[in-house]
């Protein structure tokens, strides 16, 4: 089968690489290339950041009013509508995520467009009441410059567009450098900004690998802004990245949520969300919720509940629409799966379900597939109860009292989300005020909206996406003093 061949996207161009170097992409439930991308090194880089650098300083997108780059956002909204079943298609196939929640994804990005597309002329400056009774002093909000976006590969389009709709909505231009393992569908989504009528260089995209264009991109002088989303590991790489430039930075990395289920929940409908908070994309969602915290009184139905559905998800092909879980993205995702799995037993973890690579019935699926997997872990301090899986794999302990499921839910170095299971209103409002963690969903899991922020406490990052001060993160603050009286200025070595 021949390969299908992308180009990178830069200064409204699809291009190669200056080398023509490329790489293959692999197809996750296959383990076989199915695509090959420019590889983008720091000279392509280089190129996409000067275009972005021109284009920001350029008279076309300069000259832009607010509202006018509101209604670019919103064309682009529409093209993503009309387009989603082909963006739908490249992600599955990139990435490995079933084509059901691709779809259902796509089919909602449009709405991170349009919110950001009524914001963009609703980013104000104020005038302050300053106690010197000569000057007048306001304030501007400005773009920031260059905004480098750099996104992970399990959910190429929805991390893009949370960061590259607020930061055109206040005027900045980008360049992206997707996950090396999930390009194509954010080439594609630059195609159409382009044809919404965003001006060449607003919007780019370079491919390549992470130390090579990813860190030429994050180190680069002219870039003002760093988005990142990925692990912690390469976090601390681009920190000391934005360091050289002291370039902003909102970092969204990744996490080991807890889900708390309590005795007076509806118990089928919290087995559901933990399955849906761990198995559903395969349990490569930075909100996973991986630790399950069961109240002692419950627990030993909601293990064997959790373990029933497991075993009836049905593996198999992502595009099929049948299909309830898929591969993982990559091999190496697979092998940190086995790897954890393999340390929790010999710390002592009991196995309720999975912990295997699945036999399928397809015989062409030879790709990275992993059991969802549940382990009863009997320590807080285990290592599956500490560390990111990345995976189809929950922890479960039990508890007995509220303050020791706070506890344990708070025993953790992330901070991203947490689920809680209760019809006990009070407890719930307790315990969304003391669990440490950006996002908590009560009686739900794995919800999001253009509407409400997301971001993480502690390991799990800093800067919120998404909600109306996202469009805010992506400005910068200008300070005005007029002096209103007719009197020359006085001593110089006065402060005034
Ligand atoms: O992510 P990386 P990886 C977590 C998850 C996973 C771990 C590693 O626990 O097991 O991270 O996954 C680019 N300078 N998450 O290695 O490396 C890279 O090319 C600049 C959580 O796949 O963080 C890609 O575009 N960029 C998560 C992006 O960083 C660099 C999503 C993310 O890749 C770079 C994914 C460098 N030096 C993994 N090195 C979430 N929060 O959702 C790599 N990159």
Request: net charge negative; with cysteine.
């Amino acid at each position: 089968m021949s390969l299908q061949r992308f180009q990178m996207f830069i200064r409204g161009e699809v291009c190669d690489a200056t080398n023509d170097a490329r790489y293959d992409s692999m197809d996750p439930a296959t383990a076989s290339a199915w695509a090959t991308f420019p590889d983008a090194s720091a000279a392509d880089v280089d190129i996409a950041v000067k275009a972005a650098e021109q284009a920001f300083y350029g008279k076309e997108w300069r000259s832009l009013t607010a509202t006018a780059r509101g209604k670019l956002l919103r064309k682009l909204g529409d093209l993503i509508s009309e387009n989603t079943e082909l963006l739908a298609q490249l992600e599955s196939q990139e990435n490995g995520k079933l084509i059901r929640e691709t779809r259902g994804q796509v089919g909602y990005l449009p709405e991170f467009f349009y919110y950001m597309a009524g914001l963009a002329d609703k980013v104000e400056g104020e005038t302050l009441p300053i106690d010197k009774p000569d000057m007048m002093a306001y304030t501007i909000r400005e773009p920031i410059g260059v905004v480098a976006a750099i996104i992970p590969w399990n959910s190429p389009l929805y991390l893009t567009a949370i960061k590259v709709a607020p930061a055109l909505a206040a005027g900045n231009t980008v360049v992206i450098k997707p996950s090396e393992h999930a390009s194509a569908s954010i080439i594609e989504l630059a195609k159409l900004a382009q044809q919404a009528g965003f001006p060449a260089g607003v919007l780019n995209v370079v491919t390549g690998f992470g130390p090579t264009a990813g860190s030429a991109l994050t180190s680069h002088p002219l870039v003002r802004h760093i988005a990142f989303t990925g692990g912690s590991a390469t976090a601390r790489h681009v920190v000391r990245a934005s360091a050289e430039n002291f370039a902003h930075l909102s970092l969204e990395l990744g996490g080991k949520s807890p889900q708390i289920v309590f005795p007076d929940a509806d118990i089928d409908s919290a087995v559901n969300g933990i399955v849906a908070g761990v198995f559903a994309a395969s349990g490569q969602s930075c909100v996973a919720g991986s630790r399950l915290l069961i109240h002692e009184s419950i627990y030993e139905e909601v293990v064997q509940k959790i373990a029933d559905r497991a075993a009836r998800i049905q593996i198999g092909n992502p595009k099929d629409a049948a299909t309830e879980m898929g591969p993982m993205t990559t091999e190496a995702q697979l092998n940190i799966a086995e790897k954890l799995v393999a340390t929790a037993l010999e710390e002592g973890a009991t196995l309720r379900h999975g912990g295997q690579r699945p036999e399928l019935g397809d015989a062409s699926l030879t790709g990275w597939y992993y059991q969802p997997t549940l382990l009863e872990c009997p320590k807080p301090s285990d290592t599956l109860m500490q560390e990111e899986v990345f995976g189809p794999v929950a922890a479960a302990i039990p508890f007995k009292t509220e303050e020791e499921a706070l506890a344990l839910a708070n025993d953790s170095r992330f901070g991203l989300a947490a689920g809680i299971w209760t019809r006990d209103l009070a407890r719930a409002h307790r315990l969304c005020r003391d669990v440490r963690s950006g996002i908590i969903w009560v009686n739900t899991y794995r919800v999001v909206s253009a509407m409400a922020p997301i971001g993480g406490f502690g390991e799990s990052g800093y800067g919120r996406e998404c909600g109306i001060d996202a469009v805010l993160s992506y400005t910068e603050k200008k300070t005005v003093w007029i002096n209103l009286s007719d009197t020359p200025m006085a001593d110089p070595f006065v402060m005034r």
